[in-house]
């Protein structure tokens, strides 16, 4: 058994079990923090991110971990395991459904491994670097759409700065796309593109990799462009990302460029 098949093991066991876990939780009396004005925290979050750090823990004990509730724990590995147990948490809390776990692997700022658990609609997407994105087990690629027919999606950190950015971006991108709108789980949003089901998505200004890892690799393994504002290949130090299906992506660019001139 190779280490790469092994890791593919490993970063599906956890990614199954956590959707079990956030699934059977959904709706249960759980309970809610915020960690600050703007960001809650549920019971369910915790319990996920136990259940993923227990697994890959087990199987890579050498590995570090970067975990947005627990943090950074160095191992002084070149392989870091970036997870986000519950993205969507203000959807799961209003018991929407579009939520999802996501967990990448990722050496010197690459991810070469990723994988998110979509529980509700019993979908699990995967990619490794250089051998394709899956939906359950069945190739996916992103759309051919050109902006004119493009639905697109973003989120928005809180800053009020970044906020704004995003506004004028929504006022610009509705005036080319089908519809621009904001659904709240940035990581099911970038598989969204990578299954062609949406154009693209993007964030301005964020300070949580954990939100965009699994599903930036998912999306170039699809076909598509995950960059930073410059253009470049997104890694885990930047802190802007489009994602789209390529064909727009030049276009977008433009736009997000003179919109985050404002943060």
């Known amino acids: ?27 249960e009396d759980y309970t809610v923090r915020f960690k600050d004005t703007k960001n809650i925290v549920t019971s369910a979050d915790k319990e996920s ?20 509730e627990r943090g950074y724990i160095n191992r002084n590995s070149e392989y870091t395991w970036v997870i986000d ?10 018991k929407n459904p579009f939520f999802c776990s996501a967990i990448a692997l990722v050496k010197k700022g690459k991810v ?22 899956f939906l359950n087990g069945e190739k996916i690629s992103v759309s051919r759409r050109r902006m004119e027919k493009s639905i697109i999606t973003y989120c928005t950190p809180p800053k009020k700065q970044t906020v704004r950015a995003s506004v004028y971006a929504l006022i610009a991108l509705q005036e080319k796309a089908v519809d621009v709108r ?12 990578a299954a ?10 964020f300070n949580s990799p954990w939100d965009v890892a699994a ?6 393994e699809a076909g598509g462009k995950a960059t930073n504002l410059a253009g470049k290949d997104w890694n885990i130090e930047d802190r802007n990302i489009l994602a789209s299906n390529g064909i727009i992506h030049e276009e977008l660019l433009r736009i997000l460029n003179r919109c985050s001139e404002t943060i």
């Open 1 to 27: 058994m190779t280490k790469f098949f092994f890791m593919k093991k490993t970063i599906l066991k956890a990614i199954k079990e956590s959707g079990k876990v956030l699934k059977e939780m959904f709706w």
């Open 49 to 68: 991110e136990r259940v993923i750090i227990e697994i890959l823990q087990k199987n890579f004990p050498e590995f570090n971990i970067l975990s947005e």
């Open 85 to 94: 147990p519950l993205d969507g948490t203000t959807n799961f809390k209003i």
């Open 112 to 133: 070469l491994m990723s994988a998110v658990n979509s529980p509700f609609m019993k979908e699990i997407y995967f990619a490794e670097k250089g051998m394709g994105a």
């Open 182 to 193: 904001r659904i709240g789980a940035g990581e099911l949003e970038l598989c969204y593109v």
């Open 196 to 205: 062609g089901r949406v154009d693209a998505f993007f964030v301005l200004n």
């Open 215 to 220: 599903g930036s690799l998912i999306v170039k």
